[in-house]
Antibody
């Protein structure tokens, strides 16, 4: 069965960076894009961007350009998202999802807390 | 950017009720709209894609409709397990979620 398994919760200091991972299983990894979604404690969902897992080509929501960087390790069926120059506004739950539009399968989410 | 507005933000209904959730886009999104259900503490779950295509395993009491800028998710007979927050989402131009409708039991 399709599964997306995300790395564990992160506690980070302002101005630092974190790198989140999303490991896919149960399907041919390079067949589908992987997207990332941000959910704040106010429940709002925001699309961050997606990566073509075959080519590594990325597409970002303008709002997250310069904040998020998506990369892929095809040999490990894993996508990474680095969040840089962290501020308290980056505190949220981050989900990886399969596909660039449909979001048919989701990871369990990872909470990132930015605090000094 | 396309804005998605959901109404109501909070809906209280009784078991067995017919429930209608609304989603309005700021411009024509040509039916490129999905609905997601998020239960407390869980990741969102895809219910319906392309306005009215029910996903495998989703109960038939859920249905979607709409066109242009106005879309609806209907639950024909509300069940206790339907308590959740529901989000619409457009992928016609960019990708935008609505603010959600929280559905609770009366």
């Amino acid at each position: 069965q399709v599964q997306l398994h995300q790395s564990g919760a992160e506690l980070a200091k302002p101005d630092s960076a974190v790198k989140l991972s999303c490991k896919a299983s149960g399907y041919i990894f390079t067949t589908y894009y992987i997207s990332w979604i941000k959910q704040t404690t106010g429940q709002a969902l925001e699309y961050i961007g997606h990566i073509n897992t075959g080519s590594g080509r990325t597409n970002y929501n303008e709002k997250f350009k310069g904040k998020a960087t998506l990369t892929v390790d095809k040999s490990a069926s894993t996508v990474f998202m680095q969040l840089s120059s962290l501020t308290p506004d980056d505190s949220a739950v981050y989900y990886c999802t399969r596909r660039g539009d449909l979001f048919d399968y989701w990871g369990q989410g990872v909470m990132v807390t930015v605090s000094s | 950017d396309i804005q998605m507005t959901q109404s109501p933000s909070l809906l209280s209904a009784s078991v067995g009720d017919r429930v209608t959730l609304n989603c309005k886009a700021s411009q024509n999104i040509k039916k490129n709209l999905n609905w997601y259900q998020q239960k407390l503490g869980e990741a969102p779950k895809l219910l319906i894609d392309y306005t009215n295509n029910l996903q495998t395993g989703i109960p038939s009491r859920f249905s979607g409709s709409g066109s242009g800028t106005d879309y609806t998710l209907t639950i024909s007979r509300l069940q206790p397990e339907d308590v959740a927050t529901y989000y619409c989402y457009q992928y016609d131009s960019g990708r935008t979620f609505g603010g959600g409708t929280k559905l609770e039991l009366k």
